[in-house]
């Protein structure tokens, strides 16, 4: 049977990306610098950057197939800069390590964030219930579903959510565990769905990541969980 290739989720909170990805046919590790219990893959609790950059001193980086990172959002989202400007911007830190790794790789952030002529995915794109946009940066060309229009009216903020509604998934958002199940993400907390990407998004990119390890004939490894 063919190996799977490894891939590692730096910055992966509980795990949202790193289910897509798996989806998508890799196995994977997630690094991140809090315990998150709710992860459903092998982790790895450590400074992400720094566990990255070691990997890439030592060589180690090359058990890896590709690299994918979800760095903070907060220091360009639009509540958060209303609330405080004190937030970590570590895109192009995380995108020059990247760079460094020889790998395929790929950054996920918010829209508003200096990513580097990204593709923007959508929930109305995969047939989710919540608009949720992320762009995607890559050193391989991407490419994103036809992007329906905005149609459907979407619950305000603060609001009960009910089965079937548009929603943001924000704040102490209600009816968890609707949201868990149209996102895709039913192991997640209220706190991991507000952070998370769709897995579906992650599904959408990491096939895109399969084919080109494919046509680049990469050496699918297995490695030793160590």
Known sequence: MTARPWLLDVCCCQGGASAGYAAAGFEVTGVDNTPQPRYPFRFVLADALDYLRELIRTGEIRQYAAVAGSPPC????RAWKIRSREHPDLIDSMRSLM???GLPWVIEN???APLRSPIVLCGAMFGLHTYRHRLFESNIRLTAPD???HTAATVKMGRPIAEGDWYHAVGNFSNVPYVRRDMGAPWMNRDGLRESIPPVYAQHIGQQLRRHLAAQRWP?????AS
């Not at 907060?74 to 989202?77: E, I, L, R, V």
Request: charged share 5%; net charge positive.
């Open 220 to 224: 699918l490894l297995q490695r030793t």
């Open 99 to 101: 760079i460094a790794s």
């Open 74 to 77: 907060q220091a360009h989202t």
């Open 147 to 149: 992007h329906p229009p």
């Open 110 to 112: 918010v829209p508003g």
